[in-house]
């Protein structure tokens, strides 16, 4: 299964988010994890594909200084996360500040996590994925040709 679709909901006081139905069965099997994504947002993913990343990590070469700050960066920021009994998981305080999340979040699925979103920057990064004659660019690479 893929996590797909878009989902708006607030954070509770101390931090919670109501994780939606669809998504939280594919978390709940496996756990999850949080962690600084890649465009200023948060990632949450289950734990094996956080565990695939790990392993990818853990074997790159640590004498390059991308690998080291790409280590800070993964481990550095991940929280394992609990799915509680009514469907929500905690964001630490320092998690929500790095991806300026107050009390809003746009969930959207990208099939194999789900990123966690300010409505002010989703807002941005739609409007840069409406545009038509990138989105040319970007799914010639997929060769949609059907025979």
Known sequence: MFFVGQFHHNLDDKGRLTIPARFRDLLQSDGAYVMFGMDHNLLLLTSPQFESIAQKLLTMNTADA????????VFGT??????????????????????DIQEDVVMAGTGI?????SPNLWSARMALLEDADANERRFSAL?????
Do not use: C, F, P
């Open 78 to 99: 991940a929280e394992r996360v609990e799915i509680d009994k009514a469907g929500r998981i905690l964001i630490s305080q320092n998690l929500r500040n790095m991806a």
């Open 113 to 117: 996590w789900i990123e966690l979103w």
């Open 143 to 147: 060769d949609l040709t059907t025979s």
């Open 66 to 73: 991308s690998t080291r700050d790409l280590r800070r960066l």
